[in-house]
């Protein structure tokens, strides 16, 4: 039987520059609410890498549309940038990343920026939808993001014709197992709570750190196991299909933006 809700912890997975609001508004609802950021975001130390960065971000006048894919896209690449150029226009995925470029003084009132036109549903398939593809055709457009990560919008930019290259603004990692972690892991999963899961990649290096803690248990107590029978909420039909591909059958999806989040705790038995 599930517990009642005000027994229950909301654990929110964002990395830690993302997870303060969230965690505030759903604070104001009554709930309980546990920050565990599930990936670390580390500015670039490796001086080519540094170096590859600073050189495209020289030439922004280059590209007819920057496009960054996070709000720590925006931070990692404004630390090396004193103003936007003028005519080069912008794209994000979601207010938090027009808040983000708000904070470095870049705003509708001084550049052109597109997102997409509903805020609950901040992602690159709903950016595509905003974007004046055609005007895009035989134009270069860049992309700003971490290591690796989706070509969702890369590919659809392509296929309207665009010319797309990439830089790495910051790199992702799952943070290391300390006695600190691995304490708060095990008091979370004695309780049935909802995890926000907002990457599969998140969601991966969680399972990692669960199986590392497994070494010494026994199968009924396993640690993995008991995450499997958590709730989660996931903001992506992406992340739903890994979910279940990975073994979680209790899985809500509420489409991208905080306020499905939100509706969807308000909403639980």
């Given at each position: 039987m599930p517990?009642?809700?005000?027994s229950?912890?909301v654990?929110?997975t964002r ?9 505030e ?6 709930l ?7 990936l670390?975001?580390?500015?670039l ?5 540094c ?7 020289a030439r922004?006048a280059?590209y ?6 996070s ?6 690449a404004?630390a ?12 994000v995925v ?9 904070t ?8 052109s ?6 805020t609950a549903?901040s992602?690159?398939e709903?950016l595509?939808l905003?974007?004046?593809l055609p005007s ?5 457009v860049?992309?700003v993001?971490g290591?690796?990560?989706r ?5 659809g ?11 790495t603004a910051y790199?992702?990692a799952v943070?290391?197992l300390?006695?600190a972690?691995?304490?708060t ?5 004695q ?6 899961i907002t990457?599969?990649?998140a969601?991966?290096g ?8 497994d070494g ?6 396993a ?9 989660l909420?996931?903001p ?6 890994s979910?279940?591909e ?17 509706a969807?705790?308000q909403s639980?038995p």
């Open positions: 517990e009642p809700a005000s229950a912890t654990v929110i990395p830690a520059q993302q997870a303060g609001p969230l965690a508004r759903i604070a104001a609802l009554g309980n609410v546990a920050l565990l950021p599930l670390e975001i580390h500015a130390h490796q001086p080519e890498e170096a590859q960065l600073k050189s495209v971000l922004l280059d007819a549309l920057v496009a960054f894919v709000p720590n896209a925006i931070d990692c404004f090396h940038l004193n103003t936007w150029p003028s005519g080069v226009a912008l794209a979601g207010e938090g990343s027009r808040l983000a470029l708000g470095h003084g870049v705003n509708d009132g001084n550049a920026i597109t997102s997409p036109l509903d549903r992602d690159s709903h595509l905003a974007l004046d895009l055709r035989g134009k270069r860049l992309i993001r290591d690796g990560g070509d969702f919008l890369a590919d930019l392509r296929a309207a014709g665009a010319q797309v290259d990439f830089v790199r992702r943070p290391a300390t006695p972690l691995r304490a892991l095990e008091q979370l999963l309780h049935n709570n909802d995890w926000i990457s599969s990649e969601l991966r969680l399972l990692s750190l669960l199986s590392e803690m010494e248990m026994d199968e009924e107590t640690f993995v196991v008991k995450m499997k029978q958590q709730h909420i996931v992506h039909a992406r992340i739903a299909q979910a279940a990975l073994g979680f059958a209790r899985v809500t999806l509420t489409g991208s933006g905080d306020a499905g989040v939100l969807a705790l639980r």
